[in-house]
């Protein structure tokens, strides 16, 4: 097992306290802060955060800018808004799609990086601190060196992975899941399964991973359904929390793989929402999985005190076996993208263009 780089603080009092303060003081005079239209201030993180930096007297200047799935565009916007303030180190608050991007500007700034040289990693050689605050339990990516954006010009959703995007803290209080819809806590939850289950569906799979991804499958299966029914029940949340973390443990090891390659299509085609498009081939991944890994699977969901059966049923609670109008054409177009994607190459399975025809005709409208 790798070490990561990231110090990990899980806590409901995670901005609170003097050596808390100290941490960020000893980051620099000034920040930019990285977040959505609302996330970060509905979830309370802004609540606990900027008192402590105006006690520490530090500057900042927050971009509200990020969308979900970002663009290449909002990166430049962010990248021009961190050079012109001269900030010194970056905080990114929320779900997946302010943390990638915070890690992005954070990158794009440092290396003074061109909209044409985002996912260019060798021209990464500089950074800033990064302090990342999660407000969904679904992406990880404050314990991963992940950055996922979108190309608009393309209609291309990404990644590009860094050991420079690891943040140097990432700062997780159950508390800032409480204010997230059941849609959204359905969907991030689904996400955080994915990259357990892809932590075996990997090349890179690695067995000293199984009890964590174990722990986080069982995590998920005990607490998802009650925390959609309560959703302000603190344990359930906590629950989610550290499954979401560690699913984004174990990426970092292994990084996603064919299920995320699959459902980046139906994000940027039809605006499936990110957690969701993993979902929707959930059971057909794993049925694919199980003729060349089945050992595996069955071990890890044995670990997790369940069964594939188990799983499957477990499984169908949840609104996820949805359709959507893709075409024919459009199938045929994906076919080679998928099977050309960054994560396809890594699946200890590949699917023949057959084999993917036939999965993507399932979810047809
Ligand atoms: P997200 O796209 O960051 O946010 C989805 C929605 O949830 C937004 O409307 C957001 O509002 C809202 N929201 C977030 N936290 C909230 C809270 N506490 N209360 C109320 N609303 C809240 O969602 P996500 O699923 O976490 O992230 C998805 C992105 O992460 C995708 O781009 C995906 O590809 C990427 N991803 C990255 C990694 C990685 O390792 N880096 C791994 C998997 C996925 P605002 O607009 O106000 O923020
Ligand atoms: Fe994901």
Request: proline share 5%.
């Given at each position: 097992m790798r070490e990561l780089p990231v110090s990990i603080y899980f806590s409901e009092r995670v901005l609170e306290g003097s050596v808390r303060q100290r941490q960020i003081n000893a980051?620099?005079?000034?920040?930019?802060?990285?977040?959505?239209?609302?996330?970060?201030?509905?979830?309370?993180?802004?609540d606990d955060l900027l008192p402590l930096l105006k006690k520490n007297k530090q500057k900042y200047q927050v971009f509200i800018e990020i969308r979900e799935n970002p663009d290449l565009e909002s990166i430049m916007r962010g990248k021009e808004l961190l050079l012109e303030g001269g900030f010194?180190?970056?905080?990114?608050?929320?779900?997946?799609?302010?943390?990638?991007?915070?890690?992005?500007?954070?990158?794009?700034?440092?290396?003074?990086?061109?909209?044409?040289?985002l996912y260019n990693v060798e021209r990464m050689t500089k950074r800033l601190p990064l302090v990342l605050i999660p407000?969904?339990?679904?992406?990880?990516?404050?314990?991963?060196?992940?950055?996922?954006?979108?190309?608009?010009?393309?209609?291309r959703k990404a990644g590009f992975g860094s050991e420079l995007a690891f943040a140097d803290m990432a700062l997780i209080n159950p508390r800032y899941a409480l204010?997230?819809?059941?849609?959204?806590?359905?969907?991030?939850?689904?996400d955080a399964l994915s990259h357990l289950l892809e932590g075996i569906y990997s090349t890179q799979r690695d067995k000293e991973l199984y009890s964590m991804i174990a722990e986080g499958i069982s995590l998920i299966?005990?607490?998802?359904?009650?925390?959609?029914?309560?959703?302000?029940?603190?344990?359930?949340?906590?629950?989610?929390?550290?499954?979401?973390?560690?699913?984004?443990v174990t990426i970092a090891h292994t990084s996603t793989t064919l299920q995320h390659a699959i459902g980046y299509p139906f994000t940027t085609l039809y605006d499936i929402p990110h957690g969701l498009a993993n979902?929707?081939?959930?059971?057909?991944?794993?049925?694919?999985?199980?003729?060349?890994?089945?050992?595996?699977?069955?071990?890890?969901?044995?670990?997790?005190?369940?069964?594939?059966?188990?799983?499957y049923a477990w499984l169908e609670k949840f609104p996820l076996d949805i359709k959507v109008p893709i075409t024919d054409e459009i199938i045929e177009?994906?076919?080679?993208?998928?099977?050309?994607a960054r994560n396809t190459v890594i699946s200890p399975r590949k699917p023949t263009p057959e084999e993917l025809r036939a999965l993507l005709k399932t979810v047809q409208k």
């Amino acid at each position: 097992m790798r070490e990561l780089p990231v110090s990990i603080y899980f806590s409901e009092r995670v901005l609170e306290g003097s050596v808390r303060q100290r941490q960020i003081n000893a980051l620099g005079k000034s920040c930019l802060i990285v977040c959505g239209a609302s996330s970060a201030y509905k979830s309370g993180v802004m609540d606990d955060l900027l008192p402590l930096l105006k006690k520490n007297k530090q500057k900042y200047q927050v971009f509200i800018e990020i969308r979900e799935n970002p663009d290449l565009e909002s990166i430049m916007r962010g990248k021009e808004l961190l050079l012109e303030g001269g900030f010194d180190f970056v905080i990114g608050i929320g779900g997946g799609s302010p943390l990638d991007a915070a890690k992005a500007i954070m990158l794009a700034a440092a290396n003074d990086l061109g909209i044409d040289e985002l996912y260019n990693v060798e021209r990464m050689t500089k950074r800033l601190p990064l302090v990342l605050i999660p407000t969904t339990h679904g992406t990880g990516s404050e314990v991963t060196q992940y950055s996922v954006l979108t190309d608009t010009a393309t209609g291309r959703k990404a990644g590009f992975g860094s050991e420079l995007a690891f943040a140097d803290m990432a700062l997780i209080n159950p508390r800032y899941a409480l204010s997230l819809s059941p849609r959204i806590s359905l969907n991030t939850s689904i996400d955080a399964l994915s990259h357990l289950l892809e932590g075996i569906y990997s090349t890179q799979r690695d067995k000293e991973l199984y009890s964590m991804i174990a722990e986080g499958i069982s995590l998920i299966m005990q607490n998802l359904e009650l925390c959609l029914k309560e959703p302000q029940y603190l344990p359930a949340r906590e629950a989610l929390m550290r499954a979401s973390m560690l699913g984004g443990v174990t990426i970092a090891h292994t990084s996603t793989t064919l299920q995320h390659a699959i459902g980046y299509p139906f994000t940027t085609l039809y605006d499936i929402p990110h957690g969701l498009a993993n979902g929707i081939f959930m059971r057909q991944m794993m049925d694919f999985y199980y003729s060349e890994i089945g050992d595996e699977i069955a071990q890890v969901l044995e670990m997790a005190a369940t069964t594939r059966e188990a799983f499957y049923a477990w499984l169908e609670k949840f609104p996820l076996d949805i359709k959507v109008p893709i075409t024919d054409e459009i199938i045929e177009a994906k076919i080679p993208e998928i099977l050309g994607a960054r994560n396809t190459v890594i699946s200890p399975r590949k699917p023949t263009p057959e084999e993917l025809r036939a999965l993507l005709k399932t979810v047809q409208k």
